[in-house]
Structure formats: C-alpha cells, structure tokens
C-alpha cells in the first residue's frame, strides 16, 4: 500500500473528477447527484484505482478498479471515509449497497437494518441502532399520551404496566389491548404545511384513535426541518389524537434517496418505496399502526408510482394504504400543493398564499423569522421539485 495514496477530489480537480466517473462507470456504478465529499485512491503513476464519496450521514459510491481487485483498498477507502465522518462530527454511519457486497460492509463495522431483495441492503455502523430508534418511538408515544391525560394518559399505563408484567415474553400479546384501538400514521416532508396536509391529518384523525405524524428530519428542504416541524404542530394542535415523531435517519426523502448502483430512475424509486415500506412495517408492528395514509398524487409520476407501490405492498405486511383526494384550491379547482407555494413566495403571491396555507404557516411566513428562508427560496432556481 505504500505506492498509493489516497486525497479528497475537489470540484476544481477536473482530472480526477472525470477519472472517478470513468471508474465508477467501469465498475457499473453512476456518479450520484447528492455528494458532499469525494476521495479517490491513486497509484505511482496518479491513476484513480479507488473511490468513494460521502453525503450527510451516508457512504456512497464506492468503487476498486477490477485491475485491483484483491488489494483490500476497498478497506482503505472505508476506513478512509469513515475517520472524514469522524473528523465532520458523524458518528451514526450509513451506507446502501448491493445485496451481493453486503457482506464485505458487515466486516467493516455494518449491521443490517433492511434488505431489499434484487435492489440494495441498507446498513448502519451501530449494532443496536435501529431497535433504539423503536424504542425511542414507544418512549415518545408514552410521553405524549401522557401529557394529553384523560383516556389517552390511561392508555400508556396501559401499555407501560403491560410491558412491565410481560417483560417482552411474547411481542404479539404485549401489542394485544392496542391493536383494539384504530392507530394510523401519515409521513410527510411538509416543505411546508399546507392546508393539503393540514386536510390528511383532518381526515386521518376522525375515523382513529391515535395517528402518528413523522416528519421527515433530514435537511434536503428549502423550509428547514426545525420550522417544518413547528408548522405541522401548530398547523393541527387542535387535533388532539395526533403523536408526533421526527422520521430520523431511517425515513428519508425521494430527493437524497441514493441512485448511484441502480439501474433506471423507476428502479430507485422502486427501491426507495420497498426499503421505506420494509422500515415502515417494523415502526408500525412496535406502534400498533395499521393504517398508512397518503393524498392521491395526479401531479407527480414519481409520487404517483411510489403511492402505487405502497398499495401493493402494505398489505403483504398486514396494513392498509388509505388514499385520498387531494384538497383542491377553492379559485383555480388545481390540488393544493407545497411546490404551488414555494411558487408563490417565490414571487411573492401573497394573494394565492391565503388561498394555499393554514393560519399558522402564512403568519410565520409573513413573520421576520421567516426571511432566511424566502431569500432561499427567491434565490433557487427550481423550487418546484425540490
């Protein structure tokens, strides 16, 4: 290993960045659209034999010239990316690889969180990881319930006294009181709340007991995550049934979903859907959850295929996709839709803005808290899909 080297390829570096392309090409890998770190290993002769790349929390597109395979510099570039993590202050790891180079990653420090057969395995670098993200859920549920009181403080003594005499013996009989009760869950991005999203959670909570909120947490939207999530709490306080959780690193958006090993853009989104559902099926069995609602999508093929997908496969996991139609604006009859409001700040339509958004989201977006976030969004070029 000492003839090689291994150095960061920045954006001004046009040589090794074509050179980690034209490997990753070689190897059956395209470059992905979201990398925020790039390393390639060199030979004596400055040849790109190695790479990888990092992005937020995630390793991605990693790749040995097959000139080179047998060299362990897939363990060079591993733990090369790893130590770059440690140095950025990322501690919980993750990557998605091939199903059939899973298991080079569990030699590295990897545990397996979900497989997808025939499109990826998606891995963590904490053993327990994934189960304390389970329990973190039930423990919120709990706080929660408890802080609303009357019934709703009854039942997480329930559930609590439940556990405690059970001592876990049988997971199916610790969940049997809750799954009496209807509990749903709706997951959205809310970029940001709309009076749509506002009218799912309407519609979800009138025919349940309980119904969980994930709001997606990773930062990949224009409106940040800590105001999305305070605008669908304020947006729907008044709907008392409603839990509310931060997806974490396990639920994540269409827009940072990894696309780099997959074949076609309707193969990522069928790997996206899969791997969600497959993650979405242990978060509902640990919540008692059989219900998952979504609003109709005519606007979006990739929303649309993925709603499809989801009708498919839920069932196989004993739950039910709810799907309804999307609310529709009251003067153009068009759905209402965030990317119709990130439209209109973005050419400040104050008049479509009243027509689109609660109460609770046109006062912060008139509000001085809110101008770091419309320079954002009148500085993008395409806040449609974003």
């Known amino acids: 290993m000492s003839e090689y080297s291994i150095g960061e390829v920045t954006a001004s570096d046009s040589y090794s960045r074509a050179a ?3 490997l990753l090409e070689k190897e059956g890998i395209r470059l992905d659209a979201n990398l925020d770190y790039t390393c390639a290993m060199y ?5 790109v034999i190695a790479t990888g790349s990092l992005f937020m929390n995630t390793l991605r597109c990693m790749a040995v010239s097959s000139d080179h395979q047998g060299e362990a510099l897939m363990n060079e570039i591993v733990t090369h990316l790893v130590q770059k993590q440690m140095e950025r202050g990322m ?3 993750f990557l998605y690889t091939k199903c059939d180079t899973a298991k080079f990653f569990a030699t590295m420090g990897f545990y397996e969180i979900a497989r997808i057969e025939g499109h990826l395995v998606f891995m963590e670098n904490r053993r327990d990881g994934f ?4 329990k973190q859920l039930r423990s919120e549920t709990e706080a929660q319930l408890t802080e609303k009181g009357g019934e709703f403080a009854g039942w997480a003594k329930e559930d609590t006294d439940e556990k405690t005499e059970k001592k876990r013996e049988d997971k199916s009989d610790e969940k049997q009181d809750e799954k009496t009760k209807k509990i749903a869950a709706v ?4 970029n940001p709340f709309t009076l749509g999203h506002r009218h799912l959670l309407e519609t979800a909570s009138k025919d349940h007991d309980l119904v969980h909120v994930f709001v997606v947490s990773e930062d990949a939207s224009l409106f940040p995550f800590h105001v999305r999530k305070k605008l669908v709490m304020e947006g729907s306080r008044d709907l008392s049934n409603l839990i509310y959780h931060e997806s974490g690193p ?6 940072t979903f990894p696309s780099y090993f997959q074949k076609s853009g309707e193969d990522v989104i069928r790997g996206h859907a899969l791997l969600d559902l497959n993650i979405f099926g242990h978060i509902a069995e640990e919540l008692g959850i059989t219900e998952r609602f ?3 999508e005519p606007r979006s093929q990739v929303t649309g295929i993925y709603n499809e997908i989801m009708h498919e496969e839920l069932p196989k996991l004993g739950l039910r996709c709810v799907e309804i139609p999307r609310l529709r604006n009251s003067e153009t009859d068009e759905v209402i839709s965030a990317s119709d409001v990130r439209s209109a700040l973005k050419s400040s339509d104050v ?5 689109l958004l609660p109460k609770t989201t046109l006062d912060y977006v008139k509000s001085e808290d809110a101008k770091p976030v419309l320079e954002a969004i009148r500085g993008a070029q395409d806040v449609i899909h974003y």
């Open 351 to 355: 008049q479509s803005l009243e027509r």
């Open 187 to 190: 997951v959205m991005n809310a």
């Open 20 to 22: 980690v392309k034209a």
């Open 131 to 134: 189960s304390s993200y389970l």
């Open 91 to 93: 501690m919980h790891l």
């Open 250 to 255: 396990y639920i994540i958006s269409n827009a």
């Open 294 to 296: 979504v609003g109709e």
């Open 43 to 47: 030979d004596e002769d400055m040849n």
